[in-house]
């Protein structure tokens, strides 16, 4: 278990500062787009543009992208945070950096491209399931000679979405930098899409030294190519490779393997579900507060799941303010006496 320490940033997420763009659709607008429904897939401006006007109401906006929800729910819990992306240089992400600080991010360490900012469109079904389409414009240009240990001095800990993965020398870079930096590391998973065309880049990266993974159902499947075997199983298989594994079910709980351990975490039970975009990346917020308190796995697991589901109460990856408030007291009172 981590020890708290007196580090200046107990937190710095890695990855896109997309900003989402929430649409309700029926279920038949998934015709309009191609890949699989509940996915990730890349678009470009043109492609994003025309999925854009085919919507018969202007979408919702809302600071999204997977490592940067975990980001901001844990700075929101009381971690101090910093964040370590690219933004544009559009109003899209001045509103951006300004949402961030406002909740207690630090912002000094996102770089910045002449290009816009990044967009994701979560097209959401009435079944609560998100399909994302993402234009990543000035975030992708984040390159690996940009990266350094100085981006992550001071901290204590790096959590790097699994988006990034796609560019792996960028990955690469970021681990290499942040274990040069004396950090200890998490990876999301984030999508099936990523695991399926880089799941030999995870192995050996497992093999190097990751201190924790989060994996949803479709993911850790996807890792191990393994559509039978219990998500017990599964989570045992991946603590194997020396990592504490959380193997996040939704509606269902998780596991938590760590070692010899492994943890059954009951979930929180949602009867008004609107969207779950965002709710994993909520659920490791939790996670990651709990374990850089040094609280018991039992206890990191309950206030995840506490997090995750309130998220899915709302539209969006980002619990709304006045909910924040009612939730904060509740998460508190899960600490360890």
Request: net charge negative; glycine share 8%; with cysteine.
């Amino acid at each position: 278990m981590s020890s708290v320490n007196n580090a200046p940033i107990d937190l710095i997420g890695v990855g896109s500062p997309i900003m989402d763009l929430l649409a309700p659709v029926p279920e038949t607008f998934l015709q309009n787009v191609h890949g699989e429904k509940g996915g990730m897939v890349l678009v470009d401006q043109d492609e994003m543009h025309r999925i854009l006007s085919l919507l018969e109401i202007a979408p919702a906006y809302s600071t999204g992208g997977s490592a940067a929800n975990a980001t901001f729910n844990a700075a929101r819990l009381g971690l101090r945070t910093s964040f370590l992306g690219k933004l544009g240089n559009d109003e899209i992400a001045q509103s951006y950096r300004r949402s961030f600080e406002a909740a207690g991010v630090d912002g000094s360490r996102f770089k910045y491209a002449a290009l816009p900012n990044a967009r994701c469109l979560a097209l959401v079904t009435p079944d609560a399931q998100r399909t994302l389409r993402t234009c990543l414009a000035a975030a992708m240009t984040l390159s690996p000679a940009e990266i350094t240990p100085a981006d992550f001095a001071g901290a204590r800990h790096v959590h790097m979405e699994g988006y990034l993965v796609f560019n792996q020398a960028l990955a690469d870079a970021v681990l290499a930098a942040a274990r040069a930096a004396g950090c200890t590391v998490s990876l999301d998973l984030a999508s099936f899409d990523v695991i399926n065309v880089t799941r030999d880049w995870i192995f050996s990266q497992l093999h190097k030294g990751i201190d924790i993974v989060f994996a949803n159902e479709d993911e850790i499947r996807a890792l191990y190519q393994d559509k039978t075997s219990d998500y017990a199983d599964l989570a045992r298989r991946l603590a194997g490779h020396g990592v504490l594994a959380a193997v996040k079910m939704g509606r269902d709980g998780a596991w938590l393997a760590n070692g010899n351990e492994l943890h059954r975490i009951e979930p929180v039970i949602v009867s008004d579900v609107i969207d779950t975009n965002g709710a994993g990346d909520a659920w490791a917020a939790g996670f990651l507060f709990g374990y850089l308190r040094s609280w018991p796995l039992t206890e990191c697991g309950a206030l995840a799941s506490l997090v995750g589901a309130e998220t899915v109460r709302h539209l969006g990856p980002i619990i709304p303010d006045r909910d924040w408030q009612a939730l904060h007291p509740r998460a508190m009172a899960l600490a360890p006496r």
